[in-house]
């Protein structure tokens, strides 16, 4: 009998820190969407903790950025506002797509911008 197939869906995304000299920095890799929302905003509340006046979040190598990641943004955005860290975001070409098409581009703005 053959072996029947599994219906887990596996999320391929990972998180970790490579802080710069300026600022905290969160790198991450991969799919970001609702299976990894979690980690996701875990490993942001950890990096804007730590941050004194900014902090960075590279997702230059992220491949899907859904719904969870947007509004896990924003919630940092305002966690960033409260302690007074400028959030800074380098996007991969398809997070600033999405960004842009919700209008968040300049909210999350890269380094040499605002």
Do not use: Y
Not at 23 to 29: E, I, Q, T
Not at 74 to 93: C, F, H, K, T
């Amino acid at each position: 009998m053959a072996e029947a197939e599994s219906n887990v869906v596996e999320h391929v995304v990972s998180f970790w820190r490579s802080d710069r000299p300026e600022a905290p920095c969160l790198m991450a890799k991969g799919e970001i969407d609702f299976g990894s929302e979690n980690d996701f905003r875990d490993a942001l509340a950890d990096v804007l903790l730590d941050a004194e006046q900014r902090a960075v979040i590279d997702l230059t190598c992220v491949t899907f950025f859904g719904s969870a990641g947007i509004e896990s943004l924003i919630d940092s955005g305002v966690l960033a506002e409260d302690r007074g860290v400028r959030l800074i975001v380098e996007p991969s070409e398809l997070v600033r797509r999405v960004l842009e098409m919700v209008a968040l581009a300049e909210e999350f703005a890269p380094h040499g911008n605002g």
